[in-house]
């Protein structure tokens, strides 16, 4: 008997291209056999019953064939009919919007270009800051020109009233103004510095974050 260790076989053709084995003589048994050692023996029931499985598979395969075509077959169809004729519309569709798209090109590009320039411009501008010198000088002389006007003010009502501008009361009434300015002066400008900085660094914040965005 030969026993075969590989063989090789060409699937398109069906011829065997390289082959292994040797010869053996001695005892064999049958798969689903009986074990008594004899090759002919035939296990009727085991057979029967892989007859009655093979049968019941068969079965199923035909009801779920029969079920397809006559439910799934039909929608199938229709669903391969509908696609057909949704071709042209798409086809038209995207065609369409190629068109757009194209149409739209210069101005999304020429937008593209503004908006990089006032990105440039916000940078340019928040990178430059304010003038924190200017900002006080100006907190400075709003105070003295609100204080200038209540003096001239408060000249004109002591003059209304008959009193001597040139006494000692009214001239302590200007020290105390004046003194009211100085204090107004010097906290104008700390509040003026303080503000413009914390500006600038909101600017150079607001600058970082959109230059990562």
Not at 81 to 108: D, M, V
Request: hydrophobic share 35%.
């Amino acid at each position: 008997m030969k026993i075969y260790t590989k063989v090789v076989i060409d699937m398109a053709t069906g011829e065997v291209e390289h082959e292994e084995s040797f010869e053996y003589n001695g005892p064999v048994a049958l798969c689903g056999g009986s074990g008594g050692g004899g090759s002919d023996s035939i296990d009727e029931k085991y057979n029967d019953r892989m007859a009655t499985i093979y049968e019941a598979q068969q079965g199923m395969a035909e009801d779920y064939f029969d079920f397809w075509k006559s439910d799934y077959q039909p929608m199938e169809k229709e669903q391969i009919a509908a696609n057909r004729k949704l071709i042209p519309h798409q086809t038209a569709l995207a065609e369409e919007q190629i068109t757009s798209s194209r149409e739209l090109l210069p101005l999304q590009t020429e937008a593209s270009k503004k908006q990089l320039n006032v990105r440039q411009d916000f940078m340019d501008e928040a990178q430059k800051g304010v003038d924190v010198n200017s900002r006080v000088s100006q907190a400075e002389a709003d105070v003295k020109q609100g204080y200038g006007l209540a003096g001239m003010q408060a000249q004109r009502n002591y003059s209304r009233t008959g009193q001597n501008v040139n006494s000692g009361h009214f001239a302590g009434m200007q020290k105390d103004l004046a003194l009211s300015q100085a204090k107004s002066v010097a906290g104008a400008r700390t509040k003026a510095r303080r503000t413009a900085k914390d500006e600038n660094f909101n600017r150079l914040k607001s600058a970082a974050s959109f230059g990562m965005a």
